[in-house]
């Protein structure tokens, strides 16, 4: 496959997506995900993903919709594949981050992440990407001290 060269449209899209990621609210949900929310189970995944009374559910569905959003503009041809894995790791270090327990998840949420694992599928760029972040994460969770782990409120 021949390797397309980005445009200034492709340019104004990431600049939008990662003016959207800036937003005080939103920096505040990818705080959360990035950061606190550690799940070792799938029922401490359940407890926040799928429990509306939880104060964190929506930050979880804010975050995740964003990058199966952008995902879905890279799969759809709305943006440059390569321009996007280079400036964008977040929906990659999610998908590393939940895959010890990604199946058990894909049970009971059948379309979790699917569009970003389908770029990593499709394109070499984001398979690259995230095997390289899929190594940090796990670096990470080694570091996490006893105690720090997700507990379920």
Same mark, same amino acid.
């Given at each position: !496959?021949?390797?397309?060269? +980005?445009?200034?449209?492709?340019? $104004?899209?990431?600049? #939008?997506?990662? =003016?959207?990621?800036?937003?005080?609210?939103?920096?505040?949900?990818?705080?959360? !995900?990035?950061?606190?929310? &550690?799940?070792?189970? %799938?029922?401490?995944?359940? +407890?926040? +993903?799928?429990?509306?009374?939880? %104060?964190?559910?929506?930050?979880?569905? =804010? /975050?995740?919709?964003?990058?199966?959003? +952008?995902?879905?503009?890279?799969?759809?041809?709305?943006? *440059?594949? $390569?321009?996007? /894995?280079?400036?964008?790791?977040?929906?990659?270090?999610?998908?590393? #981050?939940? *895959?010890?327990?990604?199946?058990?998840? @894909? $049970?009971?949420?059948?379309?979790?992440?699917? #569009?970003? *694992? $389908?770029? /990593?599928?499709?394109?070499?760029?984001? *398979?690259?990407?995230?095997?390289?972040?899929?190594?940090?994460?796990?670096? @990470?969770?080694?570091?996490?001290?006893?105690? =720090?782990? &997700?507990?379920? @409120?």
């Amino acid at each position: !496959m021949e390797r397309m060269l +980005a445009t200034p449209a492709d340019a $104004e899209i990431i600049l #939008k997506l990662y =003016q959207l990621r800036t937003e005080p609210l939103m920096r505040e949900a990818r705080a959360f !995900m990035t950061g606190e929310f &550690w799940p070792n189970t %799938p029922e401490e995944f359940f +407890a926040v +993903a799928q429990n509306p009374a939880d %104060p964190h559910n929506a930050f979880f569905r =804010q /975050v995740v919709t964003y990058w199966e959003m +952008a995902a879905a503009m890279v799969l759809h041809g709305a943006v *440059s594949a $390569e321009l996007f /894995v280079d400036c964008n790791a977040e929906g990659f270090f999610l998908l590393a #981050k939940f *895959s010890p327990i990604l199946e058990p998840i @894909r $049970e009971k949420m059948p379309t979790f992440l699917n #569009k970003t *694992s $389908e770029l /990593v599928n499709r394109f070499t760029a984001a *398979s690259a990407r995230y095997e390289g972040v899929l190594k940090n994460v796990e670096a @990470r969770r080694q570091r996490l001290q006893p105690g =720090q782990e &997700w507990q379920v @409120r």
